[in-house]
């Protein structure tokens, strides 16, 4: 079994670890660490710092609130920050981001559940209008026919008089 030295191990956890991101197999490949030992070095490494190693599914015990709590916190932060709370937090960036759409999209079918309502709601009052300006504008032409008819007969009635 090969010895490392603390400083070599120290340089090749930093290129695992974020910002680098550098993959297990790339580095095992290019050290010729086994990949084992990459993994167990990761792995000592997150306890020594006491990141909890989240296991498969453990984002759904965090809830809705604290996710969006996550979310709203690191908005602002840079890549490296982002990198650096993660690794406190015991969470990965891609959880966030994934978060962070969620965020998005949930707003986004609000507004348009919001807008279906209100544009059902004008359309149905815009139907009331229509109707009540039909009956209306029916109203408005009987009127007016009475008053033709009205002006009819009185011309009718009043012709011969005039006459004599």
């Known amino acids: 079994m090969k010895q490392y030295s603390e400083e070599f191990k120290a340089s090749v956890i930093a290129r695992m670890l974020s910002p680098n991101n550098a993959g ?3 580095l095992a490949q290019e050290t010729g660490i086994p990949k084992d030992t990459l993994y167990s070095w990761r792995i000592k490494n997150r306890k020594a710092q006491g990141i909890q190693i989240p296991k ?3 984002s759904a015990a965090i809830s809705s609130e604290e996710k969006f709590s996550i979310v709203v916190e690191t908005a602002s932060m840079n890549e490296n920050e982002l990198s650096a709370y993660c690794r406190r937090k015991g969470l990965f960036t ?3 981001e994934r978060w962070r759409a ?3 999209q949930a707003n986004a079918l609000q ?3 919001i807008d279906s309502g209100l544009i059902r709601r004008q359309s ?3 139907k009331s ?3 009540e300006l039909r009956r209306k504008e029916k109203a408005l032409a009987e009127t007016a026919t009475l008053l033709v008819l009205k002006k009819k007969v009185r011309e009718i009635l009043a012709g011969p008089e005039d006459e004599k």
Request: charged share 35%; glycine share 4%; hydrophobic share 30%.
């Open 129 to 131: 209008l229509e109707s």
């Open 111 to 113: 507004r348009e559940k």
């Open 56 to 58: 498969a599914g453990q």
């Open 94 to 96: 891609e959880q966030i």
């Open 124 to 126: 149905q009052k815009i």
């Open 24 to 26: 297990i197999p790339e």
């Open 102 to 104: 969620h965020c998005i």
